[in-house]
């Protein structure tokens, strides 16, 4: 109760107080998105578009606090480019100058809303998808008037996410915890 009432009195006394403790919330959750998105990276194994850097964190403003999910595009309002369009070199100088692969041109060619529809997908599995098709009163799928007809398949779900953030922000909490102490000691900036 004496932390508690210690850190209220802090809060409202110090202005540079409330920056502090959330730059340490802010250090802490980078450290849960890297627990987060190498959980990804080891349950979805072959992820030949990266979606495991999909893995957000945000600190609220109003209060002290903050969150990991997964990149959610339909409220990001902007896109932002995901890779540099930068020319490498081996000596920084100029000469011997290369092009980047196509493999680099396709992994930096998907934006972080594209990532985080992939990691969804992945997390949460769909059922069995048909394309151009219909349930007819028998029983069977018949194809529309085209003549296409496609079986999509389905994709398992991992359920990695609730998990592995789950027990990463456990961990992440004893953290705050202690930096917290630290910034009313005045031993943390």
């Known amino acids: 109760m004496e932390t508690v009432a210690s850190l209220e009195k802090m809060m409202t006394s110090d202005d540079g107080f409330r920056r502090r403790v959330q730059g340490a ?6 450290d849960v998105r890297k627990g987060v998105s190498n959980s990804a990276r080891e349950a979805l194994g072959n992820d030949p578009r990266h ?5 957000r964190t945000g600190v609220y403003r109003k209060i002290l606090g903050g ?3 997964i990149l959610n ?3 990001q309002g902007r896109t932002v480019p995901s890779g540099s369009k930068k020319q490498g070199s081996h000596t920084g100088r100029g000469g011997n100058r290369w092009g980047r692969s196509a493999r ?10 594209d990532r985080g529809f992939i990691l969804r997908f992945q997390n949460a599995g769909t059922t069995e998808r048909h394309i151009h098709s219909y349930t007819g009163r028998d029983g069977h799928l018949h194809s529309l008037s085209n003549g296409r007809n496609g079986n999509r ?3 398992r779900a991992k359920n990695w ?7 990463s922000m456990e961990l992440a909490s004893g953290r705050l915890q202690y930096l917290i102490d630290k910034i009313i000691q005045g031993e943390f900036i």
């Open 73 to 75: 595009g339909k409220r």
């Open 161 to 167: 996410f609730g998990p592995a953030s789950q027990r």
């Open 25 to 30: 919330i802010r250090q802490i959750l980078q």
């Open 67 to 69: 969150q990991v999910n």
């Open 104 to 113: 680099t041109e396709q992994v930096d060619g998907y934006e972080g809303r």
């Open 51 to 55: 979606s495991y850097k999909a893995v």
């Open 153 to 155: 398949g389905s994709i």
